[in-house]
Structure formats: C-alpha cells, structure tokens
C-alpha cells in the first residue's frame, strides 16, 4: 500500500520576496516528513511585471532554500525565471534535496496579460512523472480549462494545480479541479492564492469526487492511500 500525507498550502503573498520565502519555509516546516505539499503559483513574487529582473534573480536564491527543504518532503511551487529568449512560469518539483521535474507554464492567460511578459513553454513538458512510485502530472492555473492538456495525464495517480485564480471565477476553478479529479479518477491537490483578489479554494479531491477543503485554513491536509486510485479505475471502469 502506497500511503502520503498531502498538503495544499493558501496564503498571501506580500510584497517582500524574503519574507514570502520564510513564510512558506516556516509552513513547510508545519508539514510532516515524507509528505507532498504543494505552494500556489508564483507565491514567492506575485505577477510582478514591474520587478521581473528581480524577480529572475530570487529564483536562484529559492531553489536553494528549496532544495535543502525538500530532503524529507517533496515540494511543488512555480516561480518566474530567466533565460536568454525571455521570462518563464516555471512549474518545480522539488524531492530527495534535487530538482526532480521542471515544467514552463504553456498556456499564458491573455486576460492577465502574460502572453506580454512570458515566453510560452513547450507543452511536452506537461507529462507524467514520478514520485516515490506514484505517477504525477502537474498543470498551471489558466491550463486546467484546457482538456487536451488533462489528456497528456491519463493514468496518472496525483495531479497537481497551483494557482493564482481570480475571486470572480472560483466557482470554474472548484468546478474545473473536481471534474479533473472524476475524469482523471485520480487525486488532484489544488492551491490556489489567498491574495485579495484571489478566490482560495484549496482543495484536495480524491478519485471519486469527495473534497477536503477549508478556505479558513493556509495548510489543508489529507493521508490519501493510492490503492484508491486502483480500486476506482476497476468499479467504475473507464480504460484508465
């Protein structure tokens, strides 16, 4: 039996990249040994057009804090990085003190203007990988309205979607996260930011639709046994 402990972090983002950093270690450190925890989208900085440069160069000094923190716990954040063609949303995993995936945002949200401030990412990127033997995948934020993108993730046991979604649209991101979670049939941790204008609803959803979701809380947790995943795909079979 494959068991973990998952957390799905909600919290605001200031304007004080250090700071950001120390509260989301000081969150991590909340979090059990040999756990999954997931951060929301560029939780580290925001969409800080105005401080790119800076932001690029913060990078550097998280991956570091990172890497060392995710001895004993593996960590999924996005974060905005430079290279010479221009900025990416980069989406890292985080595990056994290495980075063990990396993938660039593909679907930039043109309501937000990202399209304007980063390169788009190579959608192969978006595909599986694993994780102490459980089959990951991962999507960012505007990419879950996108189906063709679920499918590069058939059969995978853990999905993950951080986010920066907007209050207006909560109810598509609830509604998106847990259609993602029954048609995939496989776990899906959502973390969403809890800036002001941000919607929260954090979740985690298992193979059959039930979530757990608290929007009072920055740390919301759930021991999720993947043997589920299996007994799912065999009662309700849907050639997964």
């Known amino acids: 039996m494959i068991s973990k402990q998952l957390y799905t972090l909600q919290f605001k983002t200031k304007q004080n990249f250090e700071d950001n950093l120390t509260y989301l270690k000081n969150l991590i450190l909340e979090c059990e040994s040999d756990s999954i925890i997931l951060a929301p989208e560029v939780s580290l900085t925001n969409f800080c057009y105005q401080r790119m440069e800076e932001a690029g160069e913060f990078a550097k000094t998280a991956t570091e804090t990172l890497l060392k923190l995710s001895g004993e716990k593996t960590i999924i954040i996005t974060m905005i990085e430079k290279y010479k063609d221009g900025f990416y949303n980069n989406l890292k995993v985080f595990h056994n003190g290495e980075l063990l995936h990396k993938q660039s945002k593909h679907k930039l949200f043109p309501l937000g203007n990202e399209h304007l401030h980063f390169q788009a990412g190579n959608v192969e990127e978006i595909s599986p990988f694993r994780i102490d033997g459980i089959q990951c995948g991962a999507i960012n934020c505007f990419e879950l309205r996108f189906i063709e993108l679920w499918q590069k993730l058939k ?34 941790m959502a973390s969403n930011s809890k800036n002001d204008s941000m919607g929260g609803g954090s979740a985690i959803i298992t193979p059959f639709g039930y979530v757990t979701q608290d929007d009072s809380k920055e740390i919301i947790n759930l021991k999720a046994n ?3 995943v299996a007994k799912v795909r065999k009662f309700i079979d849907i050639g997964l």
């Open 226 to 228: 993947f043997n589920d």
């Open 155 to 188: 059969g995978c046991d853990l999905i993950f979607v951080p986010a920066q979604w907007a209050k207006e649209r909560k109810d598509h991101f609830q509604t998106l996260t847990k259609a993602l979670a029954i048609t995939t049939q496989s776990f899906v």
